[in-house]
């Protein structure tokens, strides 16, 4: 683990400035421990835009952090997400990322194939619920 990254059993905590410097990936995933899906965080300086690409299998979830993201699909459509906001692509569907402001832009972008789990949280000995 990186330092500034704490792992303790069975979690890990940590910060992206924890994680690297500067603009391009944060691997949340390797960094983190992540076993499940894919993580990664990616810093971009203004006005840059990536060059375009798709999955085979991946479905990804793209949350914008801070600053702006655009993303640009097959079908000509073009979005801006400000911080907060957030996007699902499909994996066949081709897509460009970029940052269209004065500022730099840092967006978490999580991947994954196999389907949804469903709730599945159950609650410790002694535990009640919010409100019981």
Do not use: W
């Amino acid at each position: 683990m990186a330092e500034g990254i704490v792992e303790g059993d069975g979690y890990a905590v940590g910060s992206l400035d924890a994680m690297g410097e500067g603009y391009g990936f944060r691997k949340v995933r390797q960094q983190l421990g992540v076993t499940a899906f894919g993580v990664n965080a990616i810093v971009m300086p203004p006005g840059f835009t990536a060059g375009a690409h798709y999955h085979e299998k991946q479905e990804e979830l793209y949350i914008c952090l801070d600053g702006l993201f655009s993303l640009e699909l097959e079908d000509g459509s073009k979005h801006v997400l400000e911080p907060g906001g957030m996007a699902r692509v499909d994996a066949a569907t081709v897509r460009r990322m970029g940052n269209p402001g004065e500022a730099d832009c840092t967006y978490l972008c999580i991947g994954g194939k196999g389907g949804y789990v469903g709730r599945d949280g159950q609650l410790p000995e002694g535990e009640s619920r919010l409100g019981d």
